[in-house]
C-alpha cells in the first residue's frame, strides 16, 4: 500500500510539472544531463532538486535494469548523494549518484 502511495504521488508531482511546464515554458534546447555539475544542481530551485533527483534515481534504475526500490534505502542514497556533492561540486550528478549507489540499487 505504501508503495503504491508513493508511485501515485511521484505520478501526480511529474504530470502536473509536465503539463505547467508545456504550458508555460518556451521550447528549450535539449540538455545533456549526464553533464549536470553538483554545482549546478545546488544553484536550482529547491522544487528543480527535488525533480531532478527523482529523474536521477530513475535513470540510474533504468541504466542498472533495475526495477524494484527499496523504500527504506531512498534517503540514505540521497543524503550520499548530497554529501558526494558537497565534497566535489565540479563532479557530476551521475557520478555523485554512481559514487552513492556503489553499483547497487535500492
Known sequence: HRMNLVHTRLAAIVAGSLLLASATAPA??????????CAQLAAD?????AFALIFY?????????????EDDKVAGHLVQVRDYCNANPTATV?????AALGGKRG
Open 57 to 69: 534515481y530513475g535513470y540510474m534504475a533504468g541504466a542498472s535494469g533495475k526495477t524494484t526500490v
Open 94 to 98: 551521475v557520478a555523485a549518484f554512481k
Open 45 to 49: 530551485t529547491e522544487e528543480s532538486r
Open 28 to 37: 528549450a534546447e535539449p540538455t545533456d544531463f549526464t553533464a549536470t555539475t
